[in-house]
């Protein structure tokens, strides 16, 4: 069914906007772009975006290797649930072999490294900010790191894979994984997550990004969703969650959306929080993890005000393009806007199915 605050016209013109998406197979987004399709099939009770994501996906997993840096960004977690629907042994073992690659990459602690050159994301800054002479030494070789878009992809598609293979620890690697994070990222004075760390430095950079404390707050839900309850660090896992979706609160704004930086009002308006916020909200109290009482209320205004994003195509106005990153805070405040793209697209659908499981 579909909320009638979001008719099924317009939910179907969010996913044909997104179905036009250049996808490559992987880049940033696409966990939660393929995400938003399947949900799109199962809101609107027609097959083409199943049928879509699938043949996407098995079309990848007859040239899976050699394997690539950004296939961390794989949507791991979606091809289990393609895999659950369809009972695809090839696509199985595909994913499988992916996930034994990922987990196997270099670590710092649990925390598989990103980037062994992070200049494929580290840019010089968006807007008028300038980098002093030390951070331009800096962007001469600043080594290998770790980002935070990242827990929405690894962790969750172990804990997902738990289910599709259960003896392969795949739990266990995605509990210490997501919770490695919290040791290299988190702000205590803004109680959010930085976006990067820098192994050479050892220092962890730039609070704040709400479009980044979605990809958290999310892999956090996902993988406190299935693993099981009792074994060791679940229990933290879904704190967290709980921790991080309160101070969310903390920074939503009256109209329901958040600032770029949800922290810092100069750094503008940004419109994908609101759709990730939404979903993460309605997920976490169908789940149980978050309380109906505390979170209905804030997650209907970030509904709201995703819904008021919306233009009648269905593209979701306001997003920033790719973020990249920079060494400067104020790199973030000046990030292009109106961007259709699959971290806008997706969360919209993927908010209208946590909204619909919650509110009937």
Same mark, same amino acid.
């Given at each position: ?50 049928? $879509?994501?699938?043949? $996407? ?19 791991? =977690? ?12 090839? @696509? ?26 992070? @200049? ?31 827990? =929405?992809? &690894?962790?969750?598609?172990?804990? =997902? ?9 795949? &739990? ?11 040791? @290299?990222?988190?702000? !205590? ?46 229990? %933290? ?25 949800? =922290? ?35 997650? %209907?205004?970030? $509904? !709201? ?5 919306? &233009? ?16 400067? &805070? ?31």
């Amino acid at each position: 069914m579909t909320d009638n605050k979001l008719n099924a016209a317009l939910v179907a013109g969010v996913a044909e906007r997104l179905g036009t998406h250049p996808f490559q197979g992987w880049f940033y987004g696409d966990s939660v772009g393929f995400e938003g399709l399947v949900a799109a099939s199962d809101i609107l009770d027609d097959p083409k975006w199943i049928n $879509f994501s699938h043949g $996407f996906f098995r079309a990848w997993a007859t040239r899976m290797e050699p394997f690539h840096p950004d296939d961390n960004t794989a949507p791991g =977690h979606v091809m289990c649930d393609i895999i659950e629907r369809t009972g695809d042994e090839v @696509l199985k073992t595909a994913v499988i072999g992916l996930a034994e690659h990922l987990r196997g990459r270099r670590k710092h602690g649990a925390v598989s490294i990103t980037f062994e050159d992070t @200049l494929r994301s580290l840019r010089a800054p968006y807007g008028d900010a300038k980098l002093t002479d030390a951070q331009q030494e800096q962007m001469k070789n600043p080594g290998a790191g770790i980002w935070l878009d990242c827990m =929405h992809f &690894d962790a969750p598609f172990f804990a =997902h894979l738990s289910e599709i293979d259960p003896d392969g620890g795949w &739990d266990r690697s995605a509990i210490s994984e997501i919770l490695g994070y919290k040791e @290299l990222l988190f702000d !205590d004075v803004t109680g959010t997550y930085r976006h990067y760390w820098l192994e050479d430095t050892n220092q962890s950079h730039i609070p704040g990004w709400g479009r980044g404390q979605g990809w958290a707050l999310l892999g956090f839900l996902d993988v406190a969703h299935y693993v099981a309850p009792e074994l060791d660090g679940a229990a %933290e896992v879904r704190a967290e969650a709980v921790s991080l979706a309160r101070k969310m609160l903390e920074y939503q704004l009256e109209d329901g959306n958040w600032h770029c930086m949800v =922290h810092e009002p100069r750094s503008g308006p940004e419109s994908s929080t609101a759709a990730f916020m939404a979903t993460a909200f309605y997920r976490g109290i169908k789940m149980g993890i978050l309380s109906a009482d505390e979170f209905t209320a804030p997650a %209907e205004r970030a $509904f !709201d005000a995703m819904v008021k994003n919306l &233009d009648t195509e269905g593209n979701l106005l306001g997003v920033s393009a790719a973020v990249y990153s920079a060494l400067v &805070d104020e790199h973030y405040w000046y990030v292009p806007l109106d961007r259709i793209v699959p971290w806008g697209q997706g969360p919209v659908l993927t908010a209208v199915a946590a909204r619909n499981a919650v509110i009937g």
